[in-house]
């Protein structure tokens, strides 16, 4: 909100800007160069300076309506011609249509001799004419400085470069000028002191045998800028800067899901895969399976029937496409059909922007859904670790906002702290699997952690990572008392407790047979007593019966007599 | 007169004598152009009298003629011929200078 007003207010506020339509350059100066002004490009031999030059008239011309006048004190109009002809700009075609005009300026200071007060009138009238005669608003003068060599007397040089470069203001030239990079200034005659608005500095260094341009606006005078160096290359589009810190994280994310090719994998990661879009790191020493786990990742995308870049930097296609043939992962149909495209290179073959460059021209005419870098660490043989770090950021906010989903793997060195050494990495990473050795009982057995994935519920166990002639399998690990055993180890802990259960089983079936049989014998003697209690009371009752018999008979007998007798009824009987 | 040039005669094809074509470019009627022509003027009179042309050029009225020499300082005396091209800048105060600049006095 803020940098938006601010930008309003700069353009209101007076300084207007020129779009030079260098790629990237525009971002890192917030719009451009200084609009009616001059600009300092400073740089040693070799450094991009004249291409900078011709690059800003090229597309001002082309892609901004603005002829522009080259004036060159070093190269022929042929040379310089034919010079950029190899990055793409035809100046014939420019100079037919009235929309560039190149000037040669050759002195030879051998022909020249001094002999008492000049100007340069006769350069700003060369100047003037070329700028009329096409209608020119952007102007370079490439290398002005060497005027200093075929002139004497700097004093007055250095007077009527001032005046120059007022007088490029006053005609309302967006100009840029070259100066040859100095032992202690930044250019060789001081040209910075007349030349204060905007300085841009290349540099041209190598480190490794390995070259790398970069770029750094070094002052601007009332405009925010960015200022870092930045890494530019020149290819055969031009000049490209690369404005790594400056691409924001705006991308949008999409929650779709995506399945990693590995189906116990997609179990661990919420039991769907990774999120579409998001950037995956696995990393792992050497012959952890890292390369496997990015072929099926491949192979899945591509029966989805999505696109995929695989960049090798460490095998040959045929190599990658023979190996993990052996794990049943069959990339050559994919190939035929069209679905996936091979990009192998050395990393050494040239600089990491080079090779940033050649990815993204791959991406942008593949148009890929998936891409895998294998290993993106063999990278750092061109340049330090900061480096890649920083064009795998510009790498996956390009595939980020392209909705691509990025996997790399990196290579830890065996050893060290295996996520230690990744931490550069990790930050950029949404899903880091980490693929590792696991060492015991003298095997070496393959392991696989989650260490963290974004966004999404995930498993925190350890797997065990096979490679079978059917591709990857991930298999729960033993974790028991022993710690985590892996292999044969695992294999025969399992058999150990599957024979202790086995035991135990049949423990317990012997047991319940011992029960059954002691409830049988219970219930046979339950059943006699019950017969003993039954006789006992049929006993009881057939004495109870003989009882009453006995007593009615003896009651009979009893009345018999008494009736015998005559005895009347005593009360003792009546109660009876 | 017949002086140091003398130790180099080239024949002048068109006029079948050693003629010496100079050309002066200034940019307007200054004080400094003004001084530069007067300046070779007496110059000429003094070593070249009879075999010298002198072509006056105002760049502010053809300034594409400031491309073909290669003129950048003003003002600038060309000698086209006897050749080799020789361009001399400054006022032509210093007449030392200027006999140098133009052959007739070998440099010191």
Known sequence: MTMAKEKTRLLRGGLQKVRTGIEGLDEITNGGLPKGRPTLVCGGAGSGKTLFGVEFLVRGATQYNEPGVFMSFEESAEELTKNVASLGFDLNRLTASKRLLVDYVHIERSEIEETGEYDLEGLFIRLGNAIDSIGAKRVVLDTIESLFAGLPNPSVLRAELRRLFRWLKKKGMTAIITGERGDNSLTRHGLEEYVSDCVILLDHRVANQISTRRLRVVKYRGSIHGTNEFPFLIDERGLAVMPITSLGLKHTVTSQRISTGIPRLDSMLGGKGYFRGSSILVSGTAGTGKTSVAAHFVDAACRRGERSVFFAFEESPSQVIRNMRSIGIDLQQWMGKGLLHFHAERPTVYGLEAHLASMEKSINTFKPKVVIVDPVTNLSSVANEADVKAMLIRLLDQMKSNQTTTLFTTLTASGGSLELTEVGMSSIADTWLLLRDIEIGGERNRGLYILKSRGMAHSNQIREFLLTNKGVDLIDVYVGPSGVLTGSARISQESQERDIEMVHQKEIERRKLNVETKRKALEAQIASLHAQFQAEEQELKKLTEQETMRQRSVLKLQEKIARMRKEDQSSERRKR | ?108
């Open chain 2, 1 to 108: 007169m017949k002086t140091k040039a003398a130790a180099k005669p080239r024949r002048n094809s068109k006029h079948g004598k050693d003629i010496w074509e100079l050309r002066l470019y200034v940019a307007g009627q200054t004080p400094k152009s003004i001084l530069a022509f007067a300046n070779l003027k007496k110059i000429c009179e003094e070593h070249l009298k009879g075999k010298y042309h002198i072509e006056m050029v105002d760049l502010l009225q053809n300034p594409r003629l400031a491309k073909g020499d290669q003129i950048i300082a003003i003002p600038t005396l060309v000698r086209k011929l006897p050749p080799p091209l020789k361009k001399i800048i400054g006022d032509l105060s210093n007449k030392e200078r200027v006999l140098v600049g133009l052959d007739l006095r070998p440099r010191i």
